[in-house]
């Protein structure tokens, strides 16, 4: 890139600088004007507590339980998961259910329970409501999971929501997981977690809370079992959790905490009960399945604002070809549109923009497009001309089209809690697929808009559609990402309906899976920005967003040779793969750190093109089960505490233990092995599990566990499939699922299922069908014979 292309990327004369900070400071002031006259006055508020039980009626899996002061809904459904909301609150509507409420189940009954309080018993699962309106979740042997005391109201005299609080206790083993995207996880600390979708505006670390997408939902594990709950409401709240102590002072333990607090909304909840992987596939049930990304999204992905031309993009494709490197994806950030105008192109930089992308698949790699939802407010703008014809941009208390800033300048937002904005946005897509693009990132989504002081979003007073309920910016914030998102999976469906359309998006919320993944972010370059990176990936996958991945190298600053390198070590194993940086950051091609750092990283870039068809078929599992590709070391064994407590190891699907090196000049690491044989798949050791065990971790490569009798599909030498299969310990069996890849279409390919058998010195191989048993049909490699 040339010192023109960085001029037309971003202005960097102080007159520039000044003018838009000028700007912003007026788009905040104008912010605080606006919620100013357009936010309700609370004035004094009543507090309010159920009161005691009055009466009850029974119904479809449970009931409805009057209380002096609120009523309380309980439905046990089909699948065990259990659904309450106060004062009344149904499950609809919700932004994070897909389609309808789950069916009760009809054998669940409400029956009386001891000193006045109430019950229902269900297969998989006892609720017990006391008296004073106290849950209490318990497994079918009666041990109680969680409690929840009666929650508490402020109702104010005058007009607006009602701000609430629930306070919940687990076990005092009890570990917490969850709430959407955080850097300090996965396990979740004491602390206070805020609900609150949020541009850091800065390259962030492990301490900076919250991110861009926040979710009401807990993962909790025990001895007792694992449990989520969510808590289905969007509006601003924040999550107090203590972590419970056994034995704490007299001996007694001190039970886990957990304290949620909204500031409006409905007070309703699901919580969902079993081992991690039937949790999942509950929660995945209701919130719908895991899109499934085509193929070459699972490959490698090259990025960075500021490629500037199409020569620079040639160049650097041109670069990973001439040094055999594999390469599937290259994405365009803001500069190549018109002065950041989204659905535009920069013509002097990108004059073919089309061309290239021809090119470029004809090599095997896709075009991906960066889409912000903000949109210039100058008439003559097509969008902007377009979008003020269907009245879709979102206004203010007093019906005038909220302004903030965004790239393009003073810009307008859709408001896409709109059926009829998301059909019109969705058409926008058009011209993207005209230009060659494959796929889309979504960004600033939050939505941001910057801002001297203050929030870097809307006013909090702005009007929303919220499918025609109507509310303002508190209720839909959390969600806009979401309905963005929606918008382009649906439009991109009408527009080419023979691909499975490919976003990712940078905000979402309980539900996002349905529509794409999601990715860390502008995480900060340094050895705690790599720790931050796994985090995330798996506190998400347990927030049900299997597909997700960090910026490798971070975002800002240029990374040294090892951090870059244990960087892509990582990501070779995660499920978006991609390198990226910012406008000033240094460069990311992996030629650029050195002979040696070359090397290796072709290394881990021919593994994840080798385990590309393990990927495919852990994307099609997602869909099918809820699991996430990435999953906890606890994932088969949440009752092993020493796995609940290991942070820096993850299984890449039921078959591979990954152990990523996430400090400085290391040459060993420490690894736990949940319990069964694994091989070391760079020397064939052998390790009997549960245990912890020292080994090599040279530069060249991070350490790879594969479980014994694992059947990982791979990509053999010719390119075809081949089943690589890890020997079962004597007298054992092992086995695994295949998901062939059908392409990129919506063709439905059928589970693969094979058994691994040790017979003496062999492992013999079968394909298990409805008809029996037969042959592979394509070739077998076994290891771990010694």
């Known amino acids: 890139m040339d010192g023109r292309d960085l001029v037309r990327s971003v202005s960097v004369g102080n007159s520039g600088r000044v003018a838009r900070g000028l700007r912003t400071v007026r788009a905040a002031w104008r912010r605080r004007r606006i919620d100013a006259t357009g936010l309700p006055r609370r004035g004094a508020e009543r507090a309010r507590v159920p009161g005691q039980v009055r009466a009850v009626e029974p119904g479809p899996g449970g009931g409805l339980i009057h209380f002096g002061r609120s009523e309380l809904r309980i439905t046990v459904a089909v699948s065990g998961a259990v659904f309450w909301g106060w004062d009344g609150a149904g499950p609809q509507p919700s932004y994070a259910l897909a389609g309808s409420s789950p069916e009760p189940d009809p054998r669940a009954v409400l029956e009386p329970d001891k000193d006045g309080g109430w019950r229902v018993v269900a297969e998989r699962v006892t609720v017990v409501v006391s008296r004073h309106g106290a849950v209490q979740v318990c497994t079918p042997g009666g041990v109680t999971l969680r409690r929840d005391q009666p929650p508490r109201w402020w109702e104010p005299d005058g007009a607006g929501a009602a701000r609430w609080v629930q306070r919940s206790e687990v076990t005092a083993d009890a570990r917490f997981f969850g709430l959407g995207g955080r850097a300090s996880g996965p396990r979740l600390r004491d602390g206070t977690y805020r609900l609150w979708n949020t541009d850091p505006g800065r390259a962030f670390g492990p301490g900076d809370d919250p991110l861009y997408l926040t979710m009401p939902v807990q993962l909790v594990v025990a001895d007792a079992g694992t449990h989520l709950v969510f808590h289905d409401t969007t509006w601003d709240g924040t999550v107090v959790l203590r972590e419970g102590e056994e034995g704490a002072g007299s001996g007694h333990d001190r039970m886990g905490r957990c304290e949620v607090r909204m500031e409006g909304g409905p007070l309703r909840c699901w919580v969902l009960v079993g081992a991690p992987a039937r949790v999942l596939h509950t929660w995945a049930s209701l919130t719908g399945a895991p899109s499934v990304p085509p193929a070459w999204a699972l490959g490698h992905h090259h990025a960075r604002w500021g490629f500037g031309s199409e020569q620079e993009v040639r160049r650097i494709v041109r670069g990973y070809q001439e040094r055999g490197l594999p390469l599937d994806a290259v994405h365009l950030d803001i500069d190549h549109h018109e002065d950041h105008r989204v659905f535009t192109v920069d013509h002097d930089g990108f004059p073919k923009l089309a061309v290239l992308a021809e090119e470029l698949r004809r090599d095997g790699i896709r075009l991906v497009s960066i889409v912000d939802p903000a949109v210039p407010a100058e008439p003559g703008n097509a969008v902007y001309d377009a979008g003020s014809a269907v009245d879709a941009f979102v ?105 499975r359309p490919f976003v990712f998006s940078r905000s979402g919320w309980a539900g996002s899976q349905r529509y794409g993944g999601t990715w860390s972010g502008d995480v900060a370059t340094g050895w705690p920005g790599l720790r931050a990176s796994l985090s995330l990936v798996l506190g998400l996958g347990l927030c049900g967003v299997p597909y997700s991945g960090p910026d490798v190298g971070g975002f800002d600053g240029s990374p040294s040779p090892e951090l870059y390198l244990r960087w892509f070590q990582l990501g070779a194993y995660l499920p978006l793969f991609r390198t990226h940086a910012s406008l000033r950051a240094g460069r990311r091609e992996p030629w650029e750190f050195g002979a040696e750092v070359l090397e290796h990283a072709r290394v881990a870039l021919l593994e994840r093109r080798r385990l590309l068809p393990y990927f495919v078929t852990l994307a099609h599992l997602a869909r099918r089960t809820g699991a996430p590709y990435v999953r906890p070391l606890w994932w088969g064994a949440p009752e092993d505490r020493a796995l609940r407590d290991c942070e820096d190891t993850f299984l890449l699907g039921d078959a591979l233990l990954i152990a990523p090196v996430l400090d400085p000049g290391a040459g060993r690491r420490a690894v736990q092995l949940p319990r069964g044989r694994w091989y070391d798949t760079a020397t064939e050791e052998a390790y009997e599990g549960p245990t912890q065990v020292l080994v090599d971790a040279p530069l060249s490569r991070i350490p790879v566990f594969a479980r014994a009798g694992a059947v990982v599909p791979v990509r053999g030498a010719d390119g075809g499939l081949e089943l690589e299969v890890w020997a079962p310990a004597p007298g054992r069996t092992g086995g695994g699922l295949v998901v062939p890849d059908a392409g990129d279409g919506w063709d439905d390919p059928e589970i693969e299922r094979y058994v691994a058998r040790r017979q003496g010195p062999e492992v013999v191989v079968t394909r298990e069908g409805q008809d029996g048993s037969g042959e592979p049909h394509c070739p077998v490699r076994v290891r771990g014979l010694g």
């Open 395 to 499: 206004r203010d208390a007093s019906g005038r089209t909220v302004r903030g800033m965004a790239w393009a300048g003073e810009s307008v937002f859709p408001d896409f809690t709109h059926a009829r904005v998301r059909k019109w946005w969705g058409g926008l897509y058009e011209e993207r697929l005209g230009q060659g693009f494959a796929g889309f990132w979504h960004d600033m989504n939050e939505p941001t808009s910057f801002s001297a002081f203050g929030e870097r979003t809307l006013p909090r007073s702005a009007r929303h559609a919220l499918e025609g309920r109507g509310g303002d910016h508190r209720e839909a914030h959390n969600v806009y990402a979401l309905c963005m998102a929606r918008a382009a999976y649906e439009g991109l469906l009408e527009l080419s309906p023979r691909e």
